[in-house]
């Protein structure tokens, strides 16, 4: 039963951040997050602050300076099919088509998606974890199959959004309102890592809101994909994911962004494969050597060693396809 809370529909974003700066106040969007939070008691609300209503967080424009301003109340279901996004910011529409289901991609919204919490079974159950403010993770000694190979520190979470890691490919920014003003972080470092704060998903201060994705004007010959790889043909979250986004001169890669999902507790670049990558016209040989950088310094638990075949098999796929001429 979801516990007892006070619940407010802020009519402006002035409003929103006033009660959201109560003790115990927390965002609601589409609440597909939320509410299965608070219902199963991974955290609690004393208020429930909805954004729902504020119109100037939806909508998807072109910004002045050539690139595309998404509200943060924008679904998922919008972003996928938007033909802007579709056309120019491809593995945008790619990994928003691939989030859950068709109900939850038209609930859902692209602010929540980068601030929900994570999947991890211990965390979503009755373990009072690390990251709950316990002394332990329960991952470590676990069962760990889904957890991560990178970055893990002393919370072994994967981060669960499929739009992160294609947003931090292309290189988008997070604009952000709070009781001390706006600021733009770039959506790489808005997301936590635990070897900085094991207790928090984002940087976002208290009362802080999500206002605005920001994709920057894509370069001239951007190609970019995304492409999951999940344990059942239904809706899942990632075993294993990569956004590729590669600007090309010619048939020669002049540069690169590896970004993986499914593999760390944030979206995780792989910069010795983008190096590997870059000059080159994305033949066997450097496709090959760059899906094994990619994976090298991972460190796999005991049950997900699997997840490094899988990660250089996936890489290589996604490398290959975007150097052929139909990827254009
Ligand atoms: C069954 C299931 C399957 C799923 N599968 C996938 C999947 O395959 N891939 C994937 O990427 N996701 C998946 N998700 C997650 C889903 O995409 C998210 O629940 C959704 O995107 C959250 O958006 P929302 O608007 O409903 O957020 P809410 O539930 O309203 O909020 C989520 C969290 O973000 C905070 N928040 C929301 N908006 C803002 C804002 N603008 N500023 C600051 N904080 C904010 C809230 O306080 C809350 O903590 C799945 C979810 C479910 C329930
Ligand atoms: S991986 Fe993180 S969220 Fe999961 S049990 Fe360990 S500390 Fe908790």
Known sequence: MVPSFSYIRARSLDEAIRYLSLDGARVHAGGTDLL???RDRVFDAATVVSIAGIRKLRGIEATPAGGLRIGALTTIAEVARNPVIRSKYRALSMAASEVASPQLRNQGTIGGNL????????????FHCLRKGGDQCYAVEGENQYHCIFGGDNCFIVHPSDTAPALAALQASVAIAGPNGRRSVAVENFLMPPSRDFTRETVLEPAEIVTDIVLPAPAEGLRSSYRKVRARRAWDFALAGVALAV?????QAADSRVVLSGAAPVPWRCPEAEEI?????LERDRVVKAAAAAVKNAEPMEQNEYKIPLFRGLIEQQLTAIGQPEAR
């Open 36 to 38: 299965g939070c608070l």
């Open 115 to 126: 601030c929900q919490k994570p999947r991890c079974w211990y965390y979503r159950g009755e």
């Open 247 to 251: 600007v090309f001169t010619g048939d």
């Open 277 to 281: 990558v870059k000059g080159s016209r």
